[in-house]
């Protein structure tokens, strides 16, 4: 099974950028689909972003589109979620999940990451 560490959260500025980074180690990365989810105080866990193994298709959410873009390096094992624009209501812990055989989603990830924060300040 695939091994997730989430990395570049912070606190940052309305209007402000990060990356995030999601570090794979175990078995084979590029065989994953890869997604980035976020889950804010008293709300449910959502799908922010996904990518295909080969990078072909990715998916975003409404709320990020044109302003987060997810990208990998399969070299490097490593998933990216790069976020422009950011305001509060992207705060929360930020997750990477991977599934082998499909898109990954809250209830059939393979295997998830702890966690990254993001705090965003008016």
């Known amino acids: 099974q695939v091994r997730l560490v989430e990395s570049g959260g912070g606190l ?10 999601c570090v ?7 065989n ?11 709300k449910e866990r959502e799908s922010v972003a996904r ?9 975003y959410a409404d709320s990020v589109k044109g302003r987060f873009t997810i990208s990998r390096d399969n070299a490097k094992n490593t998933v990216y979620l ?8 992207d705060a929360g812990v930020y997750y990477c999940a991977a599934s082998e055989f499909g898109w990954p989603t809250i209830t059939s990830a393979d295997c998830w990451g702890q966690g990254t924060q993001v705090t965003v300040s008016s």
């Not at 794979?24 to 590029?30: C, D, E, I, L, Q």
């Open 12 to 21: 940052v500025q309305a209007g402000g950028s990060l990356r995030l980074s």
């Open 24 to 30: 794979a180690s175990g078995r084979t990365f590029n």
């Open 32 to 42: 994953y689909y890869m997604g980035w989810f976020r889950q804010a105080p008293g």
């Open 51 to 59: 990518i295909t193994w080969r990078s072909d298709i990715t998916v």
């Open 82 to 89: 790069q976020m422009n624009s950011l305001t509060p209501d």
